[in-house]
C-alpha cells in the first residue's frame, strides 16, 4: 500500500443530533417551521416559550423564535444559532425584537424557506469535516474495481466508521447484488432521479438498505433511470455531510452525472490488471477521470504479463501507485455463501483494505488527503 491519506470525521455510527427548538404559539408559523424541518431531515422540539428544563435553550443546535414568543424570550442567555421567525414583512419592530432575543438572523417566511432549510440541516447534521470520499473506477471491463469498492466499504464499517457504498454504474447489475441485499428493504437510484435541491443526510441514510454494517445506494433490477447531474449532485453531497467514509464505484465512461461525482471525490483508485491492453483501456479512462478529479491513483492487480509490475503499469499510467489488489482464492464461493467481499478479515483483500483505511488515519497527515504530483510524492 502507497501514498497517504486522512479522515478527521468522527468514527462510529452515531445518531443524528436532537433538531431545532423552536418556540412560537403561531399555528401558521409552526406549520411553517415544522414543514421547513421535515424537509431538512431533522425533528424538532416545540415550546410556546422559553424551555422549562434548564439548558435547553443553550443545548439546541439552533433556536427558531416566532415573532409572537420573542417579548417572552427576551431574558434568555446570549448564543449563536437563534433566529427571529415571522411572516409579516411590513413590521417595524422586527429589528428591536431581534436585537432584545440576541437573533443572529431576521427571518421572513415564505421569501427565507429555501435558506433555512439549508440551516437546519447544516445544524441538525453538524460541521465536521465531511466523509472521506473514494471512487473506484476499473481500467477495464472486469477488472474488479466494483469488488474493490465493496471490500473497502465492508471493511469500512467493521472498524467502526460510518459507512455509505454508493454504486454509481448504472449498467453494473446493482451494487448490492455484490452485499447479498439485492431483495432488502430501502430506496434505490430511481427513487432519487428527481432529486434537486439539498437532501438531509440523516433522512437520506434513514432511507436506504442497511447491510453488513453499512448503508447502500444501488439501482433496482428494472429499467435503466437516467439521473440527471442535480440529483447526483445532491445525493452525495447528502452523504458526504454524514462525515465517516463514502465509496463509489464508478463506470469506465464519464459523462456528466459521473463528472458530478468525480469533483466531489477526495481520491479515485483506478483498477489496472497487469495487461498491456488493459493498460492503453485504462489510459483512455484515466485521461477522462483527470479533467474533474484531481487525485487519482492506480491500483494494480496480477497476474502481470511478461516483463510487466505493479510499478510498471503505474509509471506506463503516469499515475502514483496505491498499492496491488492481491488475489484471494475462494472469493466467490464465499459470496454465494453469503460473505461479501471483505468480509472475511483475515482474507488478504480485507488485509488491502484495511491498509489503506489505517494510512487514512494516519496522524502525519491531517488536514485532508493530501494532492499527489505525478511522481507520486505529495505536494
Known amino acids: 500500500m502507497a501514498g497517504s491519506f486522512a479522515d478527521e470525521s468522527p468514527p462510529g455510527g452515531e445518531g443524528r443530533r436532537s433538531g431545532p427548538l423552536i418556540l412560537t404559539e403561531d399555528a401558521d408559523v409552526l406549520d411553517d417551521l415544522l414543514r421547513l424541518c421535515a424537509a431538512a431531515g431533522a425533528v424538532p422540539e416545540v415550546h410556546h416559550g422559553p424551555p422549562a428544563e434548564r439548558g435547553g435553550w443553550d443545548r439546541a443546535p439552533m433556536v427558531l423564535v416566532g415573532d409572537d414568543a420573542a417579548r417572552r424570550c427576551g431574558g434568555m442567555s446570549r448564543r449563536p444559532g437563534v433566529m427571529l421567525v415571522g411572516r409579516d ?14 437573533a443572529e438572523y431576521v427571518l421572513r417566511l415564505p421569501d427565507s424557506e429555501s435558506w433555512l432549510v439549508d440551516q437546519i440541516a447544516n445544524a441538525v447534521e453538524g460541521a465536521g469535516r465531511p466523509a472521506l470520499t473514494v471512487g473506484v473506477l476499473g481500467g477495464r471491463g472486469g477488472s474488479g474495481a466494483s469488488t474493490l469498492a465493496c471490500a473497502l466499504a465492508v471493511t469500512a464499517a467493521r472498524t467502526g466508521r460510518r459507512t455509505l457504498l454508493v454504486d454509481g454504474d448504472p449498467l453494473g447489475g446493482g451494487i448490492d447484488v455484490l452485499l447479498g441485499g439485492e431483495a432488502s428493504e430501502g430506496l434505490r437510484w430511481p427513487d432519487f432521479a ?4 439539498r437532501l438531509g443526510g440523516g433522512a437520506l441514510e434513514e432511507s436506504l438498505p442497511a447491510l453488513h454494517g453499512l448503508r447502500v445506494l444501488s439501482w433496482d433490477r428494472d429499467d435503466e433511470v437516467i439521473v440527471p447531474p442535480q440529483a447526483m449532485r445532491s445525493v ?7 462525515g465517516g467514509v463514502v465509496v463509489v464505484d464508478l463506470p469506465r465512461r464519464v459523462d456528466e452525472g459521473v463528472a458530478e461525482v468525480l469533483a466531489q471525490l477526495d ?6 490488471p497487469g495487461e498491456l491492453r488493459a493498460v492503453a483501456a485504462a489510459r483512455r479512462v484515466a485521461s477522462a477521470a483527470a479533467m474533474v478529479l484531481n ?7 496480477g497476474p502481470y504479463a ?3 509490475d505493479e510499478h510498471w503499469v503505474a509509471k506506463a499510467l503516469g499515475l502514483p501507485l496505491a498499492g496491488e489488489l492481491p488475489v484471494e482464492p475462494g ?3 464465499a459470496q454465494d455463501n453469503g460473505v461479501p467481499p471483505g468480509g472475511n478479515p ?12 489505517d494510512l487514512a488515519d494516519s496522524p502525519d497527515h491531517r488536514g485532508g488527503v493530501p494532492v499527489r504530483s505525478r511522481d507520486g510524492g505529495a505536494s
Open 306 to 308: 511478461a516483463g510487466l
Open 236 to 242: 452525495l453531497s447528502a452523504g458526504r455531510r454524514l
Open 267 to 272: 481520491v479515485g483508485l483506478l483498477v489496472v
Open 89 to 102: 414583512q411590513d413590521d417595524p419592530d422586527v429589528w428591536r425584537r431581534a436585537v432584545e432575543i440576541g
Open 346 to 357: 483475515r482474507g488478504a483483500l480485507a488485509r488491502f483494505c484495511t491498509a489503506f483505511w
Open 194 to 197: 428527481r432529486s434537486k435541491g
Open 295 to 301: 487525485d487519482l491513483r492506480v491500483v494494480a492487480k
Open 331 to 333: 472469493l466467490s464461493s
